[in-house]
């Protein structure tokens, strides 16, 4: 018989090439999706001046507050128009309850600003909701929540920034896609039984810390301080929220020997949560890895009525990293969680056929 010309590639290099192409592909593929979604240098101007307006007019009523942002527009993973997250922090020891404030800030946006007013004096954490509808300077228009005094969202947020900012191309990259996945696959409202995008950010850290070997991210929570910190300095309501925030240090002497791309890990990721992440039993921790429903008190007793409630908030959990006693994931119902691990299953299904990287983003996307 003839011989070929050329030694032959085994079928497994064959397909081990293949595969490289189909990852860079899509890993490059995913850096632009991601970078048309980013926000405008004005947008980030406008929403500048608007904290700077409403933190002039809060100072009417409290001479001594500040308004920070947090949320989205302050830990890096902010999309174009995402909404405003600020929290109104108060430097003065006698100050008015937080839904005292918030109906005195209610009145005072109504009388001076055009923005639609809705003031949550008794919400579980007193917020004023602040809409304006989209004209032609807001082409989508304005959204903002402000709290009072959520000083732990403030850390939390610091937090999610600081591993934003030790490998940001692929960790925000990953991040801004999954989220613009999930809002688009109408699996990213809390007030519908699914999930909010702190935790599908909590999700992805989890898995970076913890699930991925080698890890793609050190665990920022468990690296020892560099001097002895006091309880009064790291502590807040009780809850110790120190983590190590010395990033630039920690990129000169700390650098992952996980190589994986971006695609690669979300690939992993969906296959991860589509079918061996432990729903039933286990609880996502950043802080201390995957824990058990039990030692949190959040098992899901299905034979006793009077856990019908724990058990309803404890389908999905997931430990908020400092208030360790807060599921983020509480408010995932049966068919949430349903919605959501069939959501994973479907990206994992049209991720494994290995697509053209394009098809890939619009299938995975589609509204
Ligand atoms: N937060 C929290 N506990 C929750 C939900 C939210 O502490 N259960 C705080 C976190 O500080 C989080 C912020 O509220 O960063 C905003 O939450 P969310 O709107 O879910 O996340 P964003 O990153 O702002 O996402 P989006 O751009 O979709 O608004
Ligand atoms: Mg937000």
Same mark, same amino acid.
């Given at each position: 018989?003839?011989?070929?010309?050329?030694?032959?590639?085994?079928?497994?290099?064959?397909?081990?090439?293949?595969?490289?192409?189909?990852?860079?592909?899509?890993?490059?593929? *995913?850096?632009?999706?991601?970078?048309?979604?980013?926000?405008?240098?004005?947008?980030?101007?406008?929403?500048?001046?608007?904290?700077?307006? *409403?933190?002039?007019?809060?100072?009417?009523?409290?001479?001594?507050?500040? *308004?920070?942002?947090?949320?989205?527009?302050?830990?890096?993973?902010?999309?174009?128009?995402?909404?405003?997250?600020?929290?109104?922090?108060?430097?003065?020891?006698?100050?008015?309850?937080?839904?005292?404030?918030?109906?005195?800030?209610?009145?005072?946006?109504?009388?001076?600003?055009?923005?639609?007013?809705?003031?949550? &004096?008794?919400?579980?954490?007193?917020?004023?909701?602040?809409?304006?509808?989209?004209?032609?300077?807001?082409?989508?228009?304005?959204?903002?929540?402000?709290?009072?005094?959520?000083?732990?969202?403030?850390?939390?947020?610091?937090?999610?920034?600081?591993?934003?900012?030790?490998?940001?191309?692929?960790?925000?990259?990953?991040?801004?896609?999954?989220?613009?996945?999930?809002?688009?696959?109408?699996?990213?409202?809390?007030?519908?039984?699914?999930?909010?995008?702190?935790?599908?950010? *909590?999700?992805?850290?989890?898995?970076?810390?913890?699930?991925?070997? &080698?890890?793609?991210?050190?665990?920022?929570?468990?690296?020892? &301080?560099?001097?002895?910190?006091?309880?009064?300095?790291?502590?807040?309501?009780?809850?110790?929220?120190?983590?190590?925030?010395?990033?630039?240090?920690?990129?000169?002497?700390?650098?992952?020997?996980?190589?994986?791309?971006?695609?690669?890990?979300?690939?992993?990721?969906?296959?991860?949560?589509?079918?061996?992440?432990?729903?039933?039993?286990?609880?996502?921790?950043?802080?201390?890895?995957?824990?058990?429903?039990?030692?949190?008190?959040?098992?899901?007793?299905?034979?006793?009525?009077?856990?019908?409630?724990?058990?309803?908030?404890?389908?999905?959990?997931?430990?908020?990293?400092?208030?360790?006693?807060?599921?983020?994931?509480?408010?995932?119902?049966?068919?949430?969680?349903?919605?959501?691990?069939?959501?994973?299953?479907?990206?994992?299904?049209?991720?494994?056929?290995?697509?053209?990287?394009?098809?890939?983003?619009?299938?995975?996307?589609?509204?």
């Amino acid at each position: 018989s003839q011989s070929l010309p050329y030694a032959p590639v085994p079928n497994q290099r064959r397909h081990a090439y293949r595969h490289r192409l189909f990852v860079n592909e899509l890993s490059q593929a *995913l850096f632009e999706f991601v970078g048309q979604l980013l926000p405008t240098a004005q947008e980030l101007v406008v929403k500048e001046d608007v904290r700077k307006l *409403l933190e002039r007019l809060i100072r009417t009523i409290e001479p001594e507050s500040r *308004l920070l942002s947090f949320g989205s527009t302050a830990n890096g993973f902010n999309l174009r128009n995402s909404d405003m997250d600020l929290c109104c922090l108060i430097d003065s020891d006698e100050r008015l309850s937080a839904s005292d404030l918030v109906v005195m800030l209610g009145d005072l946006l109504e009388r001076e600003t055009k923005f639609r007013v809705k003031p949550l &004096p008794h919400a579980r954490i007193p917020i004023v909701k602040l809409s304006l509808d989209p004209s032609p300077g807001f082409p989508s228009g304005i959204a903002c929540d402000i709290g009072f005094e959520n000083r732990l969202a403030l850390e939390n947020t610091r937090l999610l920034m600081c591993y934003a900012m030790i490998d940001p191309p692929r960790v925000r990259t990953f991040v801004l896609f999954l989220k613009v996945w999930s809002k688009r696959r109408k699996i990213n409202s809390p007030y519908q039984g699914t999930l909010s995008s702190y935790g599908y950010v *909590l999700l992805v850290i989890y898995f970076l810390v913890h699930v991925k070997n &080698p890890p793609v991210l050190p665990n920022l929570q468990q690296i020892p &301080p560099l001097r002895p910190v006091s309880k009064e300095d790291t502590h807040i309501n009780g809850y110790n929220t120190w983590f190590f925030d010395d990033i630039e240090l920690l990129c000169q002497s700390w650098r992952s020997s996980n190589t994986e791309t971006v695609a690669e890990l979300l690939i992993d990721f969906f296959r991860y949560y589509s079918r061996d992440f432990a729903y039933s039993t286990g609880v996502a921790s950043i802080r201390a890895g995957l824990l058990k429903k039990e030692s949190k008190g959040w098992q899901n007793d299905l034979s006793s009525s009077k856990f019908n409630d724990s058990r309803e908030r404890n389908r999905f959990c997931i430990e908020d990293p400092f208030e360790t006693d807060f599921n983020v994931a509480r408010c995932v119902t049966r068919e949430g969680l349903y919605q959501i691990r069939g959501e994973f299953m479907r990206a994992s299904r049209i991720l494994a056929m290995r697509p053209r990287a394009l098809v890939a983003l619009s299938q995975l996307c589609e509204e």
